[in-house]
Nanobody
């Protein structure tokens, strides 16, 4: 059974940086991991994906500002966020699912989310 727990959210000013961490229990050897965001009043959005082999993809809205990574030995994933904007405000979720394709938004395992608020 895979369990995911996010941490690292908070209240920051525009232009700031944050690093979100996703701690996983259970084997993720054959899983891809991703970060989603749900902004107030909006649908959940896929932000970034990383395969078990380390291949990554990022949504156009965060390309160049956010970077996903994972550490297989520690069973953890990260989302480094730079130059945060007010529109980045939302609940950030870590997710994992078996498979190696970058495409797709169906994930089997989800964390409870961590709040990120960007405001001056």
């Amino acid at each position: 059974q895979v369990q995911l727990e996010e941490s690292g959210g908070g209240l920051v000013q525009p232009g700031s940086s944050l690093r979100l961490t996703c701690k996983a229990t259970g084997s993720l050897s054959y899983h891809k991991m991703a970060w989603f965001r749900q902004a107030p009043g909006k649908e959940r959005e896929l932000l970034a994906v990383v395969t078990s082999g380390g291949t990554t993809d990022h949504a156009g809205s965060v390309e160049g500002r956010f970077t996903i990574s994972r550490d297989a030995r520690k069973n953890m994933a990260y989302l480094q966020m730079e130059n945060l904007r007010p529109e980045d405000t939302g609940i950030y979720y870590c997710a994992a699912t078996p498979g190696s394709r970058l495409a797709g938004t169906r994930y089997d395992y989800w964390g409870q989310g961590t709040q990120v608020t960007v405001s001056s």
